[in-house]
């Protein structure tokens, strides 16, 4: 990638970059999240031939400008796809007439499907003129609520020992891959013969603590079926007040629960996946707590 002008550059961010990319971050963007966790962050815990952790503008050697990219290679009807997660975005702001060519560099790799799943307010209508796509992100609140437990109607685990002998073929793997993730937990829902495996993650809302979203659920009818006994687990172990659920993550909408009026946008572009090829694993989503 060449000089954006005689002192500013666009390039690929390699693995030396990141320590100066993550004190960037930490500095300009979040400065609730260290430096090393960024860099963490950055560094997947999933194998993958990755290109590149995004792309950062240099002016006069110094970070002024950086959008990260997390990569995956996922199995969709029998082919292997390439996906490519648009992860956060800062540039300067004596530099921001330039950011728009990070979004350009990372969008002109061939053979990706792009998903951002935190684009903030102004970047929503600039992603949807370079082709992305909404997904329907219909949310409920779920308040987790300190149900009564009940002998026999089954369990909920976050113990890893459970989890690695419950879990089987691709939801193993699965788990396996993410067990590293930082912002990442696992729970495990058995009953009887039938087990569902949930990754979250804790969130907040308007700055609030106290809550988590549910990103991953394998099998939605026991989930369901346990949402009391879910609840009541990420009330006492997670200190999760409430929990947030879209419908199409659990092809339900659990009792009780609120809609939500204003659900986070969530944005896609690929020449012939659908909506439902979509899922939240191998993102930011599950490296980076916020």
């Not at 935190?118 to 329907?136: A, E, K, Q, T, Y």
């Not at 204003?262 to 996946?273: G, V």
Request: charged letters at 20%.
């Amino acid at each position: 990638m060449g000089a954006t002008s005689s002192s500013v550059r666009v390039s690929p961010i390699g693995d030396v970059d990141l320590p100066g990319v993550a004190a960037f971050l930490h500095e300009n963007l979040n400065q609730r999240v260290e430096a090393r966790d960024w860099e963490r962050a950055l560094r997947v815990p999933w194998n993958v031939d990755a290109p590149n952790h995004g792309f950062m503008l240099q002016a006069n050697g110094s970070v002024v400008g950086a959008y990260l990219a997390f990569y995956c290679d996922r199995t969709i009807d029998g082919e292997v796809e390439r996906f490519c997660n648009l992860g956060a975005w800062c540039v300067r702001p004596e530099h921001r007439f330039r950011g728009l060519l990070l979004l350009k560099a990372l969008l002109a790799q061939d053979g990706y499907h792009f998903t951002d799943f935190s684009p903030s307010g102004s970047v929503i209508p600039l992603n949807r003129r370079m082709g992305f796509h909404d997904l329907d992100t219909a949310t409920v609140l779920i308040p987790n609520l300190p149900w009564p437990t009940w002998p026999g109607r089954g369990r909920v685990s976050g113990d890893p020992s459970v989890i690695e002998a419950t879990l089987t073929g691709r939801e193993l793997a699965v788990y396996r891959d993410h067990v590293g993730a930082p912002a990442a937990i696992h729970l495990v829902l058995r009953r009887d013969s039938e087990w569902c495996y949930v990754l979250l993650r804790k969130d907040r809302r308007k700055g609030v603590p106290g809550f988590v979203s549910i990103l991953h659920v394998t099998n939605p009818d026991l989930y369901r079926r346990m949402a009391h006994q879910v609840a009541r687990h990420l009330l006492v172990r997670q200190r999760a007040l409430a929990s947030l659920l879209e419908v199409r993550v659990a092809h339900h909408r659990p009792r009780p629960s609120i809609q939500l009026r204003s659900p986070r946008t969530k944005q896609f572009r690929s020449s012939h996946l659908q909506d439902d090829h979509i899922d939240y694993l191998y993102s930011e989503l599950v490296c980076l707590p916020w």
